[in-house]
């Protein structure tokens, strides 16, 4: 790509996250603008987004009526304090994600991320048992091949080795569940897996090596994204629910990628009949069009913190600058009245088949190991190439982009999680580009 922006811009100053810094300025994509299921890039062709930006943008991008709440907001009040202070806006989006939420999940507190949100979560979770007389319950659960954002919290509890291996001890006491993954019995499931609800028991080991009184959480994606959309076995989630519910530990549901839409419903808790005692939310929350997050807790989780502290006292020393910020929270609330005009949550569930056949329909194709999907979430695994793990799934993100697609890799598996607005139409050009370039990779 040479035009004449990508001639002036010195790339040199900005050092990008989770990219392949030298690689990506060898030969930079830069995108330009967009408009619901496509980017324009630099170059003035159109980019089909299969991957809703970064499993954010849910209702398709610039949305009209996103933008317009967002520049209304800018031109009315840019910022406000949450320490001590309040804007209308902030309450009303709380008040409308409790009553989305399931049970009673009716504590809302907001963030700028996901990261942000997980490690409010997890320190929720150890506020709790503090103020609950079990301080000693500081130990947090994760899961291999978990990831749960960049901070140090999510760091300790994601099971992501490479995510891990250059900060040192992380946090102290994080243990980790097994992944939920077999090719041996999964290999080309259709949605959730048969095999694995097991699994789950090895929180019983965890509790028999560590001791309850030591254990504050378990926190685990419904189904985990990053590591190549992992689906849940039969049964796992409900397992988990009811070992952590008998051991008084909680249990997180990450939804930083499942809330808002991803499996036709609002939360995937909603979705696999599971409530967890706290959720954390980001991405699709504002469609992606400014940061935001927020944790939903259950309400005698926040009354146990509040209530233990004396009357006119902060109950809970936690919380950012920018948490509930008037435009990411005006990008909310008009983001969550265009999944509901648009019923866009029901149009997910109904494109599920469609998108299901569309993926498994490349079994045949070169290099395929496995595929698998849940909601509109899928991957395509690649056989790694020999003493080059990696270099397959480079190569096919580089041939999609060529070829007008936009996909996400990690290693050598392709994620595919499009903006809910995907006609049915373009999720078979999602499958042929992605066919085509399966064909074409060594
Ligand atoms: C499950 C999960 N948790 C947390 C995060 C981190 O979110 P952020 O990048 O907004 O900090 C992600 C990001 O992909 C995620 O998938």
């Known amino acids: ?48 987004d299969a991957i809703a930006g970064l499993w954010c943008c849910n209702a398709g991008h ?33 008040e409308r994600l409790a009553s989305a939420a399931p049970a009673d999940l009716n504590a ?11 490690d409010t979560a997890l320190k929720i979770a150890l506020a709790y048992h503090h103020a609950r007389g079990e301080p000693a319950r500081t130990r947090v659960v994760g899961r291999e091949r978990g990831y749960h954002g960049a901070g140090f919290g ?20 994080a243990v980790h569940l097994p992944q939920t993954y077999s090719h041996e019995h999964q290999a080309f499931s259709r949605g959730q897996p048969a095999w694995g609800a097991h699994l789950a028991d090895d929180l019983e080991r965890i ?45 997180i549901f990450d939804e930083v990628i499942t809330a808002f839409g991803r499996l036709g419903a609002s939360f995937a808790a909603e979705r696999f009949g599971v409530v967890p005692d706290l959720i954390t939310t ?42 509930g910020h008037p435009l990411a929270t005006a990008a909310a609330m008009a983001a969550l009245d265009v999944y509901e005009d648009e019923n866009l949550f029901a149009r997910a569930r109904e494109l599920e088949g469609t998108f299901e056949n569309a993926l498994h329909g490349l079994a045949d194709r070169p290099h395929v190991r496995d595929i698998r999907n849940v909601g509109l979430a899928g991957a395509v695994e ?20 060529e070829r007008g697609l936009l996909i996400r890799t990690t290693a050598d598996t392709v994620a595919i999680s499009p903006p809910l607005i995907v006609s049915e139409r373009e999720i078979e050009t999602i499958a042929s580009v992605l066919g085509d370039v399966l064909d074409d990779i060594r």
């Open 1 to 48: 790509m040479s035009t004449r922006l990508h001639n002036e811009l010195n790339l040199g100053a900005y050092w990008m996250p989770f990219t392949a810094n030298r690689a990506y300025k060898a030969k930079a994509r830069l995108l330009q603008s967009a408009a619901g299921m496509y980017y324009r890039s630099e170059d003035g062709s159109d980019i089909l």
């Open 62 to 94: 610039c949305h009209p009526r996103i933008a317009a709440a967002i520049a209304r907001q800018a031109a009315q009040l840019d910022y406000a304090t949450a320490f001590q202070m309040g804007h209308p806006t902030a309450f009303r989006l709380a």
């Open 108 to 118: 809302v507190f907001f963030t700028n991320s996901g990261s942000e949100s997980v």
């Open 154 to 173: 999510g760091t300790s509890v994601g099971g992501i080795g490479n995510n891990r291996k250059a900060f040192g001890p992380l946090l102290p006491g």
């Open 207 to 251: 509790v028999a090596v560590h001791d309850v009184s030591t254990i504050a959480a378990v926190i685990v994606e419904p189904f985990a994204g990053s590591a190549g959309v992992l689906p849940p076995p039969i049964g796992y989630l409900e397992r988990l629910r009811e070992i952590t519910a008998a051991h008084g530990i909680l249990l």
């Open 282 to 323: 980001a991405k699709g929350i504002t469609s992606g069009a400014v940061p935001l997050g927020a944790v939903l807790v259950r309400e005698d989780i926040r009354a146990a913190i509040v209530e233990s502290a004396p009357a006119g006292a902060i109950e809970f020393f936690h919380g950012y600058t920018y948490s």
């Open 382 to 401: 690649i056989e790694p190439r020999a003493g080059a793990p990696g270099a397959r799934g480079n190569e096919a993100f580089a041939a999609a982009f």
